[in-house]
């Protein structure tokens, strides 16, 4: 399984960015999906955002408009950008990787966002 590491959490206003980055400790061109989740407190992980190695993308309808997710697989690297954020998009995010769509997942240790009011 590939190994995952998040950064690019942190602190911001409501109506700001952030922009988070999950790099791969192999290369993940042909990982069939890599995405994003995330968990607020209380609440169960949900998908944010998720793209496959032939570019098919999906996003939650909470993050449609605002969030965009890249893969630059040379960098082994999955990014998601991250506009106009509000407070109810507070949430630890993890970064995912599924090597087929059969395979289990592999998972991030998550990076903390917190956008305050």
């Known amino acids: 399984q590939v190994q995952l590491v998040e950064s690019g959490g942190g602190l911001v206003q409501a109506g700001g960015s952030l922009r988070l980055s999950c790099a791969g400790s192999?290369?993940?061109?042909?990982?069939?999906?890599m995405g994003w989740y995330r968990q607020a407190p209380g609440k169960q992980r949900e998908l944010v955002a998720t793209?496959?190695?032939?570019?098919?993308?999906n996003y939650s309808d909470s993050v449609k408009g605002r969030f965009t997710i890249s893969r630059d697989n040379a960098k082994n690297t999955v990014y998601l950008q991250m506009n106009s954020l509000q407070p109810e998009d507070t949430a630890v995010y993890y970064c995912?990787?599924?090597?087929?769509?059969?395979?289990?997942?592999?998972w991030g240790q998550g990076t903390q966002v917190t956008v305050s009011s």
């Open positions: 995912n990787a599924r090597r087929s769509p059969a395979s289990s997942d592999s």
């Open positions: 192999r290369s993940i061109s042909t990982i069939y999906r």
């Open positions: 793209k496959t190695s032939s570019g098919f993308t």
